[in-house]
C-alpha cells in the first residue's frame, strides 16, 4: 500500500437537527470541527413520513418568482 495518500481520518462533532450532539470520525474538516445537519434521519421525509418543503438555498422562491404569472386558470 502507498503510503502518504490517505486522507486526514479524524474525531469531529456532528449535531442534529434535534440538538443532539455526538462524536464520530471522518475525514470532513478539521479535527474537532462541528458539523451541523440540516437534514438527518429524524426529520428526512424518507424516514418520518411527514413531508414538509425545505427552502435552504431560496431555490423555491426562485422558482415562484419566476413563474408567479403562469397559471393554468382560464
Known amino acids: 500500500m502507498k503510503s502518504n495518500i490517505h486522507p486526514d481520518y479524524h474525531e469531529i462533532n456532528v ?3 434535534d440538538g443532539t450532539k455526538y462524536v464520530t470520525r471522518s475525514t470532513w474538516g478539521k479535527p474537532g470541527d462541528t458539523m451541523t445537519l440540516d437534514i438527518d434521519p429524524k426529520s428526512h421525509p424518507a424516514w418520518t413520513g411527514v413531508h414538509r418543503l425545505l427552502d435552504t ?3 423555491l422562491a426562485k422558482f415562484n418568482k419566476r413563474f408567479q404569472g403562469l397559471s393554468l386558470k382560464k
Open 15 to 17: 449535531v442534529m437537527t
Open 57 to 59: 438555498g431560496g431555490q
